[in-house]
């Protein structure tokens, strides 16, 4: 039992250049979210699925994209990184109160 | 406008004393309250959490407390001890029909508990 599992852990990119991050979930959870994590700023939502075949802008959803696959996998999609990009991204899953936390994926934007 | 803040970027408690964690919120619509530890390079751990029907909960060492009509929280962590030195993030819950749920963070308070 996984929990909430996120690849890659660290990414490098030049201004412009594209990446999905993936996240994966083994609780049969309806619901799931990307966040970023800033300095300073705590988390924000980017995107979120409230159930399998829906999905929703959250916070600050400008340059991404979102799909999700099947209930367990939920992926994020920068189609032309900026460098205001840079940020550490947290998938989660939603249980009964609680949401559950992947380890994060560190982007780096040069 | 931050629906969820924590005033405190930091705070320093010698090892065996109370840290009390603080975070104040605007919108009375929240039906649930968390807190959440975070190490670094890890994800966020999930606490403890605080129906707004109540005004307090427990679990070992870790105790919130609610006041709703200040909207206020506090964690309680007794006695601390060093590996609680990481960021604490208070969280409000809004449910939304449908059954699904969105988490608001405050930014986050660094407690750090020295020897």
């Known amino acids: ?110 | 406008d931050q629906q969820v803040k924590q005033n405190s970027p930091s705070l320093s408690v010698q090892e065996g004393r109370i840290s009390i964690l603080n975070c104040d919120y605007t919108n009375s619509m929240f039906d649930y309250f968390l807190w959440y530890k975070k190490y670094p390079a890890e994800g966020p751990t999930f606490l403890i959490s605080i129906s707004s029907i109540k005004d307090k909960n427990e679990d070992g060492r870790f105790t919130v407390f609610l006041n709703k009509s200040a909207k206020h929280l506090s964690l309680h962590i007794v006695p601390s001890q060093p590996g609680d030195s990481a960021v604490y993030f208070c969280a409000a819950r809004a449910v939304f029909s449908g059954g699904y749920n969105k988490l608001i963070f405050g930014a986050g308070t660094r407690l750090a508990v020295h020897p």
């Open chain 1, 1 to 110: 039992n996984a929990g909430v599992t996120q690849t890659p852990k660290f990414q490098v990119l030049k201004t412009g250049q594209s990446m999905t991050l993936q996240c994966a979930q083994d609780m049969n959870h309806n619901s799931m979210y990307w966040y970023r994590q800033d300095p300073g700023m705590g988390l924000r939502l980017i995107y979120y699925s409230a159930s399998e075949g829906t999905t929703d802008k959250g916070e600050v959803p400008n340059g991404y994209n979102v799909s999700r696959l099947n209930k367990r996998e939920f992926s994020l999609r920068l189609e032309s990184a900026a460098p205001s990009q840079t940020s550490v991204y947290f998938c989660a899953s939603s249980g009964q109160i609680e949401q559950y936390f992947g380890p994060g994926t560190r982007l780096t934007v040069t």
